[in-house]
């Protein structure tokens, strides 16, 4: 048991000698806080972690070598370098949503016509000339 351990137990053990009645609630809502946060580490280690691309001058999906001028112009969104055959998304099962990027900068780029003045009576007159 390291040192901090036994001050806390010690510390607990001296209040509950005290006032007994007081300290019981508090001990439930502890070990409630205790287990919620073993159950959210639990569910942070099952999450499945993505693999790491440790030798870039080779393809992710079949480690063929790929020239040095190619490994900038074959990474993808995704992070990975590929070759020729793999680099495009549907061909190495790419995970990053390409789709849903693509509508957004649209959306940015391209505002809608509803929300700009269309003319006529919408411009300011200059009477001060």
Do not use: W
């Not at 001058?57 to 480690?63: D, I, T, Y």
Request: net charge positive; aromatic share 6%.
């Amino acid at each position: 048991m390291c040192s901090k351990c036994f001050r806390e137990q010690s510390d607990q053990q001296n209040k509950t000698q005290e006032s007994p009645s007081q300290n019981e609630p508090q001990r439930e809502e502890q070990s409630a806080n205790a287990e919620t946060s073993r159950q959210e580490e639990e569910k942070e280690e099952q999450l499945p972690s993505k693999p790491v691309q440790k030798n870039t001058g080779r393809c992710f999906m079949c480690r063929s070598k790929i020239p040095l001028a190619k490994q900038l112009s074959n990474k993808c969104r995704c992070e990975y370098v590929f070759c020729d055959s793999h680099r495009y998304p549907d061909k190495h099962d790419c995970d990053f949503d390409h789709a849903s990027l693509d509508k957004d900068i649209l959306a940015k780029k391209n505002p809608k016509l509803n929300e700009r003045p269309r003319g006529g009576r919408s411009f300011q007159r200059l009477d001060s000339m």
